[in-house]
């Protein structure tokens, strides 16, 4: 069965930083498209940042040069670096599986919620 | 980036009937490959996203057949032919042909 379960949220300062995580089960991180998407407090969605599967990157211009996301391989587990945060970063942050095939997400994690605040 | 516009921003159904949300794109969708991707996806309250339509209109296994996608280009719909009490919760429509990924605003989906 596949699975995305999210951890690391919390609360942080203004300018601070935090690392969250995604475990994946059921399926190879690195043989898929593994995205960060999130959700300010009663908003829609926004797209963060997504790892393709030869490790290429790519960014939210809001998140660009702050956010960056990786993989471990040997884990199975997708990361989301977050430095400089700012009170607009609160949000709950999924990690999605994103089909390569039909360019859309099959698979949500639960979600993980980053309060951005002093 | 492609600006993706959702209405009405509510819609009140009474059990039973349909219910139906349009989203248009500020740009066509259609991908150098000749494939659209668009999709729709329903977020149930306090719940994750979860994928109800994609490429236009495709549904993926264990979605009922009460979501009908529809359009071509920059104009797009999501129609539930007979609303249920399940299908109570927010939808966005979202492009995937170029990335930044943008999503359309949201329709709210509610039981009159």
């Known amino acids: 069965e596949v699975q995305l379960v999210e951890s690391g949220g919390g609360l942080v300062q203004p300018g601070g930083s935090l690392r969250l995580s995604c475990a994946a089960y059921?399926?190879?991180?690195?043989?898929?498209?593994m995205t960060w998407v999130r959700q300010a407090p009663g908003k829609g969605l926004e797209w963060v940042s997504v790892?393709?599967?030869?490790?290429?990157?790519s960014y939210a211009d809001s998140v660009k040069g702050r956010f960056t996301i990786s993989r471990d391989n040997s884990k199975n587990t997708l990361y989301l670096q977050m430095t400089s945060l700012r009170s607009e970063d609160t949000a709950v942050y999924y990690c999605?599986?994103?089909?390569?095939?039909?360019?859309?997400?099959?698979?949500w994690g639960q979600g993980i919620l980053v309060t951005v605040s002093s | 980036d492609i600006v993706m516009t959702q209405t009405p921003l509510s819609s009140p159904v009474t059990l039973g009937q349909p219910a139906s949300i349009s989203c248009r794109s500020s740009q066509s969708l259609v991908h150098s490959d000749g494939n659209t991707y668009l999709s729709w996806l329903q977020q149930r309250p306090g719940q994750p996203p979860r994928l109800v339509i994609y490429?236009?209109?495709n549904r993926l296994s264990g979605v009922p057949d009460r979501f009908i996608g529809s359009g071509a280009g920059t104009d797009f719909t999501l129609k539930i032919s007979r609303v249920e009490a399940e299908d109570v919760g927010v939808y966005y429509c979202?492009?995937?042909?170029?990335?930044?990924?943008?999503f359309g605003g949201g329709t709210k989906v509610e039981i009159k």
């Open positions: 790892i393709y599967v030869g490790g290429t990157t």
């Open positions: 979202m492009q995937a042909t170029q990335f930044p990924l943008t």
């Open positions: 490429k236009i209109s």
């Open positions: 999605a599986r994103f089909s390569r095939f039909g360019y859309y997400f099959d698979y």
């Open positions: 059921g399926f190879t991180v690195s043989s898929n498209f």
